[in-house]
């Protein structure tokens, strides 16, 4: 794999999604969820072959079993999923699209590899 200094945004993106479409990837692997103030999922990093990888649901999408996209309140919407590498150079955005019901939230690239470091497994918005 080439380093994450080398790639660019879309490349990251490729290389997360298939780590996370793999046959080997269990998703139990997950090393930070992230919830908003009303306890809603917003996102979460798994870990994975390629590294630490960063995933959330952007736009609109219901409410439900935990805040995991469904439809069972009539919403047809279930968002956009948004995956990246967690790890990138001085060069990339540290900020992270999320959403909930309670709407947008962005999240810093910086703070999740920090919650990783010190083991912190759940990240609570305000």
Known sequence: MAKTSNLSAPERRRIAEQAL????QRTEDVLVRVQCGRGHHVAAVLGTAVGPVFR???GLHAH??????DTGHGSHQNGTRYVDLLAA???TDDALPASCECGPHTLSRARLVKAIADYERVIQLP
């Open 64 to 69: 439900g079993d935990r805040d995991y996209v």
């Open 89 to 91: 150079d001085d060069f």
């Open 21 to 24: 479409d793999s046959p080997e």
């Open 56 to 58: 959330s649901v952007t």
